[in-house]
């Protein structure tokens, strides 16, 4: 069976991409509609997340430990190049951000942002090294989420989700008898936490898991399905995604990341029995997106040191005389840049690390899922 199902691949690549181009259109001031709202493709990869993890941890039974190794060593040597970048390029959102370019009104709030972080730097640093800052809110230590880089608020949310997630994936998986009752048990709870910290919890990025648990619960009860959607009739299919999907927009989860969820898992559900489902399977396939869906991680994480240090030397001192749409062009010129750094890391970082940590627990043995689910409550 494959590691990897190139439609989830793609679209892992097309919201990476798609956070690229809202962060260029605040830079330029060049609003649009859908495409300037990077945080719903950050809801696309909490999706894909609670979906991919459900079929690691399904496929691969092991001891909590050794999962969490795993999780980690694929997150952190990445993240911990983006977060000195990010520590190095701080004071540059506020001369590439803050000031005004075009007449748009100026954002305050990056003014104070480097004061703000050196005033609480040991705090910051050392909640970011351990990938917790975003569960942190601004009451007790302001900018905790978005200090250093800003797109790295989204790494803590699903390094929060990889600590609970086998015992989730536990209760919601209602094919094993006597799972009905943990799983109602756990949609309950995921309900009454996400309302209260909705009250309660307050930053300018939903980082803390609680705020994001309906929709991580969603991937996880796609991928304990996978294997049925790949069986049940197309309408039956379209039907349930369709239902459930509505039952999120009513949970407040805009329905435009369910949309590109429900379509692309259909889509690749349906593989080989509809048409219409190869034909759009096809394009998903393609090996440049493919590719560019393998480099994601680095493209999201990296993309905003980068921006900010080719805007603040190269655009931005020439940005009102080329005009919006000369800077809007420059700023997307920058997506190379980013690529080739996120294609080189991947070749000597990710990969290697991956393979290594691969090889390191090439003895281990699996264990029965009983035996996984018991050791993953108790260290839980």
């Not at 690691?56 to 970048?85: D, K, Q, S, T």
């Not at 951000?97 to 954002?107: N, P, R, V, W, Y």
């Not at 929060?160 to 094993?176: E, N």
């Amino acid at each position: 069976m494959s590691r990897h199902i190139g439609q989830f691949e793609t679209l892992r690549g097309i919201a990476a991409t798609w956070v690229f181009i809202s962060h260029a259109l605040l830079i330029a001031e060049f609003p649009l509609p859908l495409l300037s709202n990077g945080d719903l493709a950050v809801d696309v990869f909490v999706l894909l997340s609670g979906f991919v993890i459900t079929l690691l941890v399904l496929r691969r039974p092991e001891p909590y430990g050794w999962y969490i190794f795993r999780r980690g060593i694929r997150l952190y040597p990445l993240y911990f190049i983006a977060l000195m970048l990010g520590w190095a390029t701080q004071g540059l959102y506020q001369p590439v951000i803050g000031e005004s370019l075009f007449g748009t009104m100026a954002q305050a709030n990056f003014f104070q942002r480097v004061a703000i972080i050196e005033a609480s730097l040991p705090e910051h640093l050392a909640l970011h090294l351990t990938m917790l800052h975003g569960a942190v809110p601004d009451a007790i230590l302001p900018l905790s989420a978005l200090a250093f880089s800003g797109p790295l608020w989204s790494i803590s949310l699903e390094w929060q989700f990889y600590l609970v997630a086998p015992l989730l994936i536990w209760c919601l998986d209602v094919r094993q008898p006597g799972r009905i009752r943990w799983a109602a048990i756990a949609v309950v709870a995921t309900i009454i936490i996400n309302v209260i910290s909705r009250l309660y919890w307050h930053a300018d990025v939903p980082s803390f898991l609680p705020l994001r648990l309906p929709l991580f619960a969603a991937g996880i009860v796609s991928g304990v399905f996978w294997q049925r959607a790949q069986e049940v009739s197309l309408v039956r299919l379209g039907a349930i995604l369709t239902g459930v999907a509505m039952l999120l927009v009513v949970s407040r989860i805009s329905p435009i990341p369910l949309a590109a969820w429900v379509v692309t898992y259909w889509a690749a559900a349906a593989a080989g029995r509809s048409s219409w489902a190869d034909r759009f399977n096809h394009f998903l396939m393609l090996k440049p997106l493919r590719w560019l869906g393998e480099r994601s991680y680095g493209v999201y994480v990296l993309h905003m040191p980068v921006v900010l240090a080719i805007s603040a030397w190269l655009i931005v001192p020439y940005a009102r005389a080329w005009g919006q749409a000369v800077t809007l062009v420059a700023l997307f010129a920058c997506f190379p840049v980013v690529l080739l750094l996120a294609a080189v890391l991947y070749r000597t970082v990710e990969r290697p690390v991956v393979n290594w940590a691969k090889r390191l627990g090439g003895g281990k043995p699996q264990v029965p899922v009983s035996d996984v689910t018991q050791k993953t409550r108790a260290a839980i």
